[in-house]
């Protein structure tokens, strides 16, 4: 069975269908990417997926267990984080602070404090500026913070809403290079991103969705080479 199952999803606001009953799956270990258009549905799947919205229909089954329903605080609880898009740090508090609030639901202060140095090793830079304000950093350091906090409630799944999002190239490839070594690590990655390559170089399988509905679905790999994808997503003629 997989870590994560999503069957006949339909979302809305108010009248408006923002998702038109999707289902995927997401195998443990997997990276499985979401690319598409701006108002394809992505962001709304995975703020469902986290509790944040509640589906019209359809059911959201992770690790066994069915998640229509609960709570956004109780699903981080069972292993599922959501990085948001647009990164949501607190810029008052300093990097080890916002770490720290990744971590708490978790008792295991000893273990918590290993996990800070490993976010630290993941992303050097946050470790040499520990105690700044998290305000102050760029983009792309804010963007690991937010990855590096939402590793530290130790997920079965990690979701990351468009994290290349308004990053300097250099940036977004450090970004990549990162989910590449969680992907190594074994991390579950659930990925939407609009840079529709790197994602698809990472993934082992993508779906396209298009207003709402999954349009195409593939590996990875064959996504890469689908005319059509390479027409709309990866700017080739």
């Known amino acids: 069975m997989a870590l994560l199952e ?6 809305a606001y108010g009248k408006i269908e923002a998702v038109k009953g999707i289902s995927f799956q997401v195998e443990e270990g997997h990276v499985v990417t979401l690319i598409g258009t701006n108002g394809a549905g992505k ?30 605080h ?14 949501r740090i607190f810029p008052r508090l300093t990097i080890e602070e916002n770490l720290l609030l990744g971590a708490f639901l978790r008792k295991d202060s000893a273990e918590i404090d290993r996990d800070v140095e490993w976010s630290y090793e993941l992303f050097p830079i946050l470790g040499s500026r520990r105690r700044q304000q998290a305000g102050t950093l760029s983009g792309g350091e804010q963007q690991m913070l937010a990855m590096a906090r939402a590793l530290m409630s130790r997920p079965k799944l990690l979701m990351l809403d468009e994290p290349s999002m308004g990053l300097s190239p250099i940036m977004m490839q450090k970004i ?5 070594e969680l992907k190594s690590q074994g991390t579950t990655i659930l990925l939407v991103e609009q840079n529709a390559q790197a994602a698809l170089s990472l993934a082992d399988h993508g779906h396209v969705m298009e207003i709402g509905e999954i349009a195409l679905s593939g590996t990875g790999e064959e996504l890469l080479h689908d005319e059509s994808v390479r027409k709309a997503y990866l700017g080739e003629d």
Do not use: D
């Open 43 to 72: 962001t709304t799947t995975l703020r469902t997926l986290s509790g944040l919205l509640k589906p019209v229909a359809g059911k959201v089954t992770f690790n066994g267990e069915v998640l229509n329903g609960v709570g956004a």
């Open 176 to 180: 990549m290079e990162t989910i590449s």
């Open 74 to 87: 109780k699903v981080v609880a069972k292993g599922l984080a959501h990085s948001p898009e647009g990164r």
């Open 6 to 11: 999503v069957e006949n999803l339909r979302v």
